[in-house]
């Protein structure tokens, strides 16, 4: 597609509930990102992709969050069990080979919030 | 890791004046871009810039990657600059992920 696309765009859930966001990068770009931003903060680095493996996941910031990609194109993010700290925007963001020496292009996220 | 810090913090500005944001890294970097997230929390990028000097229009960076800082000038602002700037860094050693600086949040007063 012409640039990142996240869906839903908003997502209203029950505190305890799975949730999974999802992630369509630029065609053709082989690594993907995912961000979480709270309420007035920076982004917070959560997953790396090149293409379907995943080199680095330090940021998850708990067991209850996974990720995956399929078909080195689409990706999902998953929040089992949400809790209200969960709630921020998730951002997504694609490079053509990889953030050492290309450029980022982001999504325009997807705003969870847990009640 | 690799640090990454931005100033100043906030800056208010009147339309049409100037002004420089300042981006330090502890680091080498691979890359280094600069963001703007608009008042609809859209990222939108500025400038794809590991070293060197770039201008688009009103606006123009400067990396200086031996010193470890770079530089956004905002010329003649207006108040549709007003946002978040988000500098980001790729550290040589540390893989591909791109680190975030907290930000400078501008406001541009009509």
């Known amino acids: 597609g012409a640039g990142v696309s996240q869906s839903p765009s908003n997502k209203v859930t029950e505190k305890g509930k799975d949730v999974e966001l999802r992630c369509d990068p630029i065609s053709g770009h082989t690594a993907l990102y995912w961000y979480r931003q709270s309420l007035g903060q920076g982004l917070e680095f959560l997953i790396y992709?090149?293409?379907?493996?995943?080199?680095?996941k330090s940021g998850l910031p708990s067991d209850r969050f996974s990720a995956e990609r399929t078909g080195g194109s689409v990706s999902t993010l998953t929040i089992q069990r949400t809790q209200q700290e969960d709630s921020a925007v998730y951002l997504c963001?694609?490079?053509?080979?990889?953030?050492?020496?290309?450029?980022?292009?982001f999504g325009q996220g997807t705003r969870l919030t847990v009640v | 890791g690799i640090q990454v810090e931005q100033s100043p913090p906030d800056l208010i500005l009147q339309e049409g004046a100037n002004s420089t944001l300042r981006c330090n890294f502890s680091d080498s970097v691979n890359n280094l871009q600069w963001f703007h997230q608009n008042p609809w929390g859209q990222l939108i990028n500025l400038f794809y810039?590991?070293?060197g000097t770039k201008q688009n229009g009103r606006l123009s960076a400067t990396t200086v990657a031996t010193e470890r800082y770079s530089l956004l000038y905002i010329s003649s602002s207006q108040t549709t600059d007003s946002g978040v700037y988000f500098c980001a860094v790729v550290a040589y050693n540390q893989g591909g992920k791109l680190i975030f600086g907290q930000g400078t949040e501008l406001s541009v007063k009509p």
């Open positions: 992709f090149q293409g379907n493996s995943a080199p680095d």
């Open positions: 963001a694609s490079s053509p080979q990889g953030g050492l020496v290309t450029e980022a292009f």
């Open positions: 810039i590991p070293s």
